[in-house]
């Protein structure tokens, strides 16, 4: 598996656990796809990586917000990086196509970015949420 989930980046949450693990899965597949030069696998997974990150930081910024987390504008910032350098990440794939080297960025990018940003970041959100006995609905 190129992208594996590990307790480690569990952040007790079960609807923000469940989030990162479709990230992962997707991301996955994504990768897969780069790596085949499978147009038809990549577009797809590109288009619902945009939607589901944008919706998925949007609730994750919403709970801080609403539970006055104090590191919610560096966790924010962290999460505008993320969707510029996917955007760049897009347009880069747009430019050359699934090509070995293009696959090989994007899957070196992405998982470091998931497992430091969810490893860290997030573990550390979860931590202020379940300190302070949040149920979160999406």
């Known amino acids: 598996m190129l992208f594996e989930w590990s307790s480690s980046l569990r952040t007790g949450v079960d609807e923000i656990d469940e989030q990162h693990q479709e990230l992962f899965r997707r991301a996955e597949r994504l990768v897969r ?15 619902y990586l945009s939607d589901y ?3 998925h930081f949007a609730c994750e910024e919403r709970w801080m917000a609403e539970t006055e987390y104090p ?13 510029d350098d996917f955007r760049a990440m897009v347009r880069e794939y747009q430019r050359k196509g699934p090509t070995p080297l293009v696959a090989l960025t994007v899957h070196e990018w992405l998982a470091e970015w998931l497992r430091r940003h969810i490893g860290r970041s997030d573990v550390e959100l979860g931590r202020w949420l379940q300190a302070r006995g949040v149920t979160l609905s999406p």
């Open 33 to 47: 796809a780069l790596e085949a030069g499978d147009r038809s696998g990549v577009e797809p997974v590109l288009r």
């Open 53 to 55: 990150v944008v919706s």
């Open 71 to 83: 590191g919610l504008a560096a966790h924010r910032d962290q999460h505008q990086r993320f969707t």
